[in-house]
């Protein structure tokens, strides 16, 4: 087998391309609260509410960074930080390459003078909201990072600082997300024991965050990464009629299986009656769209779409629309149980007429019933792409992608599911 190491592939938030335009309405917002004091090196910075003051963040690196500054430029009219590689980032880090760059702002690859060693800055616009949901997200990591010792379940902060009116948040340095993977592998699916491997860890990774009181919302292949960038190219038998001579004959498998979740900028702690709309639109769970509220089970429709797609190469709901979404999901899984529909809040309840959806009659487009109407039962999709696992693979899904979340398969009920046994049984 021949083996490559393939340069870092970006951690990024930026909308993954699609057949049809993503519109505005399907970006969830930055959620904005109270964070508390943390340490910036030696220094304490302490904030009662979101802001944070242009005079403390002027006073952070007051005499710090005189050795090296990089001249003083104004941020673009967005509010991303304007910098040149070869700039140093405090006299800490010196900008080696940008890896990746969303409304968040960017993510830049650094080296770390202290600790000889390269890293991931994710510099944050300068732009009061941003800044805010970053200092969410750093009170966040700083949690899950003195709960996971081990560091095995979601990427660790190494630091942070106000630099310039920016937040930056140093992190170590991982491979490419689950998704890029996918792009660059031509949207080839991955074996069924690595998609084992991966669905069990990032099961893992979901329960001890809920068990942690933590709701991740945003989950998806984008916001999951490979620890490592190294591959190697197998021959693909079942997608290819070509030589071994073509480049194409040959698909990319990850050298190790091991992943890390990222983004925790919209990580909330449980509370009633949170109803307000999460998830990047292809990951959505059905109480989201109908307004019933929504909890930890969210998360876990989020890692069934996500396992569905690893196996297919292809995201399961491909689409931007609410009646559309629903549609597809009740191609795909059958229909949406009476007892929620009962529940939908007024701005759902459109979608419905005389008890059930108004599918097709309401659909927007010929385009929109075709995309739903080409779609397979979850079971034949399944099996489409997976020869062995298959049943325990589908008997899985069925239950992280149950409607009702009173229903569906916590994290923790799923790690004892048998498709992860098996594994265990061969391995003894």
């Not at 002027?58 to 991303?80: A, T, Y």
């Not at 059930?356 to 099996?383: C, F, T, Y």
Request: hydrophobic fraction near 35%; proline fraction near 4%; glycine fraction near 6%.
């Amino acid at each position: 087998m021949e083996m490559e190491h393939v340069t870092i592939i970006p951690i990024t938030h930026l909308d993954r391309p699609r057949k049809r335009p993503r519109f505005g309405w399907d970006v969830p917002q930055a959620q904005v609260g109270i964070f508390c004091g943390q340490e910036v090196g030696n220094v304490a910075s302490y904030a009662s509410s979101g802001a944070i003051s242009d005079q403390t963040s002027s006073l952070f690196f007051k005499g710090v960074v005189q050795n090296g500054s990089p001249p003083w430029r104004e941020d673009d009219k967005d509010g991303h930080y304007m910098f040149a590689l070869g700039d140093n980032l405090t006299s800490r880090y010196k900008i080696h390459s940008k890896m990746g760059e969303g409304t968040f702002g960017q993510v830049l690859e650094c080296w770390d003078r202290e600790r000889k060693e390269m890293v991931a800055i994710k510099i944050v616009r300068g732009i009061k909201k941003y800044r805010e949901a970053a200092m969410i997200e750093i009170e966040v990591l700083q949690q899950l990072g003195k709960h996971d010792k081990d560091g095995n379940r979601c990427v660790q902060i190494r630091n942070w600082f106000d630099y310039r009116n920016h937040i930056c948040i140093v992190f170590e340095k991982l491979g490419p997300s689950l998704y890029d993977f996918l792009r660059k592998n031509n949207y080839r699916s991955f074996p069924i024991d690595l998609v084992r491997e991966i669905g069990r860890q990032l099961l893992e990774c979901v329960a001890f965050m809920h068990d942690l009181h933590m709701i991740h919302t945003d989950l998806k292949p984008e916001n999951i990464l490979l620890v490592s960038s190294d591959y190697v190219k197998v021959p693909d038998y079942k997608n290819s009629t070509r030589s071994p001579k073509d480049s194409s004959y040959y698909k990319r498998v990850p050298k190790s299986s091991a992943i890390k979740v990222i983004d925790f900028g919209s990580t909330t702690y449980e509370r009633q009656d949170q109803n307000y709309i999460v998830s990047t639109r292809h990951y959505r769970a059905p109480e989201v769209i109908l307004g019933l509220g929504w909890s930890y089970p969210c998360d876990v429709w989020s890692v069934g779409c996500i396992l569905v797609e690893l196996c297919t190469g292809e995201a399961l709901f491909q689409t931007h629309e609410n009646l559309e979404h629903l549609a597809m999901m009740e191609r795909v899984l059958g229909p949406l149980p009476q007892h929620m529909l009962k529940r939908v809040d007024h701005h759902a309840e459109k979608y419905f007429r005389r008890g059930r959806l108004d599918w097709p009659e309401g659909a927007a487009s010929r385009e929109s019933i075709k995309a739903v109407s080409k779609l397979p039962r979850l079971q034949n999709l399944v099996m489409q792409h997976v020869d062995h696992s298959a049943g325990d693979l589908i008997h899985l899904l069925q239950g992280l992608l149950r409607y009702d979340p009173l229903d569906r398969l916590t994290a923790r009920e799923a790690l004892r599911h048998t498709f992860f046994a098996r594994d265990h049984l061969r391995m003894l």
